[in-house]
């Protein structure tokens, strides 16, 4: 890692079930290359956390995928559809198949593919682990409520996230959910981060920008 020291590094795997395809192991790894370019934290990294997507959500890819080249030759003139459909597919496989979770002494950073928040630990509230209801947010991946409230969740995560309070920039009062199979520890992390004496913070970015 390019920037200060990391402390704890977690990568869940791929298995036959959801809960399992969430399980933590690879302790000690080095970060990735996107985790090394893009989430090298501010400061001291504690934590580091890699959800993959289970198997099911991959299969269920690459069936639509199958399907749309499948249509190309279905007669004159559907290449054109799936010439269009394909690359769209493809990335949202891309997007949708990791999330991960960064917490350094200066911001926690959530990447589900591309998109999430850094949140500047000067800014947050709280931050406790809690269990939520995957139907009541509509689903998995990147959802709000009808409070304004973000959640970043992956399927198997057994409605375990972290509920992390924060303010932006301009001083309004955010909601970020974070699904882990490690909630408590996830939470742990964050708390340590926000009793370490630091620096000046950086500001939030809005989810994607780096």
């Known amino acids: 890692m390019s920037e200060g020291h990391e402390l704890v590094v977690r990568e869940d795997s791929d298995s036959d079930s959801e809960s399992a395809s969430l399980a933590v192991n690879g302790q000690g790894r080095s ?15 504690l934590y580091r956390d890699k959800s993959r997507a289970p198997w099911p959500l991959h299969a269920v890819f690459a069936a639509i995928s199958a399907v749309t080249i499948g249509s190309a030759f279905a007669g004159p003139g559907a290449w054109v559809g799936a010439a ?3 690359p769209l ?3 949202m496989w891309l997007l949708f198949s990791i999330l991960r979770v960064t917490v350094s002494q200066g911001q926690v950073n959530v ?15 709280s931050a406790e682990a809690v269990e939520y209801d ?6 998995w991946g990147i959802r709000v409520n009808t409070k304004g ?3 970043y969740n992956m399927p198997g995560d057994r409605g375990r996230a972290v509920r992390i309070a924060w303010q932006d920039r301009k001083g309004k009062s ?10 408590e520890d996830l939470a742990r992390r964050i708390a340590e981060a926000r009793a370490l004496a630091g620096g000046t913070q950086p500001a939030a970015l809005e989810p994607g920008d780096d």
């Open 31 to 45: 970060p990735d290359a996107y985790e090394a370019k893009y989430m090298h934290g501010e400061g001291m990294v």
């Open 149 to 151: 409230e973000w959640i």
């Open 134 to 139: 995957w139907k009541q947010w509509g689903g």
């Open 111 to 125: 990447q589900y593919g591309l998109f999430g928040p850094k949140i500047p630990i000067a800014s947050i509230s």
């Open 174 to 183: 955010k909601v970020t959910y974070v699904g882990s199979l490690e909630s």
């Open 84 to 86: 269009i459909t394909l």
């Open 89 to 91: 597919v493809a990335l």
